[in-house]
């Protein structure tokens, strides 16, 4: 085991931190570390944290309720931005890899709208949080939700050494990118989640690298997800935008999305 620390904030979930910390291979901790990012385990389940910001409550993924059941029941189906960026429509349910999973929100979202997913995610204490949220999702008797996390599938490993390998095995039509942004001056309004994600994994600096494989493995549609005003990964204009107040979806079309029968 490393000597980064799994810290136990719930005496009660003691079996749960000991595998997670046998997984992720940390040593447990009846103490939170007093520098840096760690992961705890309390009552909600596995969660992030910055020690340097003890009052912002820790990063956890919720796949039942919070913000993502509100952009389940409320964030407007299949007309919102990533949906369409995706070609989902009616139907067309597309096959899709997203190569930065991340927290999930996008992949979850996705998933929830029809389609089948692949949800990547490099670094391995996120790929953790998502993990955690599934299994926890997975114990609720609700048949709408066993539906969508079937269409939801995770794994962790380097996108730059997996994507040709999933992509393959999925047929994915589409692969969306979601790479790290730089750093925001404006550190306040930054979200807790970037804030952590900075301090832990940094930027994905081999976006372009990505890009160029995804190119060469998406069978229909490569969506990249960016800063609204930044400039276009490997300097290469998509042929289609979909501007937002704060970002923009840049789609690279291969071949048109049809109707098909895993619709």
């Known amino acids: 085991m490393t000597h980064s620390p799994l810290y136990l904030a719930d005496p009660q979930?003691?079996?749960?931190?000991?595998?997670?910390?046998?997984?992720?291979?940390?040593?447990?901790?009846?103490?939170?570390?007093?520098?840096?990012c760690y992961l705890l385990v309390n009552a909600q389940g596995l969660g992030l944290a910055l020690a340097e910001e003890p009052k912002v409550a820790p990063v956890q993924v919720d796949?039942?309720?919070?913000?993502?059941?509100?952009?389940?029941?409320?964030?407007?189906?299949?007309?919102?931005?990533?949906?369409?960026?995706?070609?989902?429509?009616?139907?067309?349910?597309?096959?899709?890899?997203?190569?930065t999973a991340g927290l999930l929100s996008d992949a979850f979202v996705?998933?929830?709208l029809g389609a089948?997913?692949?949800?990547?995610?490099?670094?391995?204490?996120?790929?953790?949080?998502?993990?955690?949220?599934?299994?926890?999702?997975?114990?609720?008797?609700?048949?709408?939700l066993a539906s969508i996390l079937a269409r939801l599938r995770?794994?962790?490993?380097q996108a730059s050494q997996r994507l040709?390998?999933?992509?393959?095995?999925?047929?994915?039509?589409?692969?969306?990118l979601d790479p790290m942004f730089p750093a925001s001056k404006k550190s306040a309004q930054v979200k807790k989640e970037m804030r952590l994600f900075h301090h832990l994994v940094g930027q994905d600096e081999d976006a372009d690298l990505l890009l160029e494989m995804a190119l060469d493995c998406a069978s229909h549609r490569v969506v990249v997800k960016r800063p609204r005003h930044a400039p276009y990964l490997m300097q290469r204009a998509p042929q289609i935008e979909l501007t937002g107040q704060a970002n923009r979806f840049d789609i690279y079309s291969l071949k048109k999305l049809t109707r098909d029968a895993h619709s």
């Open 154 to 157: 995770l794994f962790q490993g």
């Open 164 to 176: 040709a390998e999933l992509s393959q095995d999925l047929q994915a039509e589409v692969i969306y």
């Open 116 to 144: 089948e997913v692949w949800a990547l995610e490099r670094h391995p204490w996120v790929a953790a949080l998502g993990q955690d949220a599934y299994q926890r999702a997975s114990t609720h008797q609700d048949a709408e």
């Open 63 to 99: 796949l039942v309720g919070g913000r993502l059941a509100h952009r389940r029941q409320f964030g407007g189906g299949r007309g919102q931005a990533v949906a369409k960026a995706c070609g989902l429509k009616a139907g067309i349910s597309p096959r899709i890899l997203d190569a």
């Open 110 to 112: 996705l998933a929830s």
């Open 13 to 36: 979930q003691r079996q749960q931190a000991q595998a997670w910390a046998e997984q992720l291979q940390l040593t447990l901790s009846d103490t939170p570390p007093t520098q840096g």
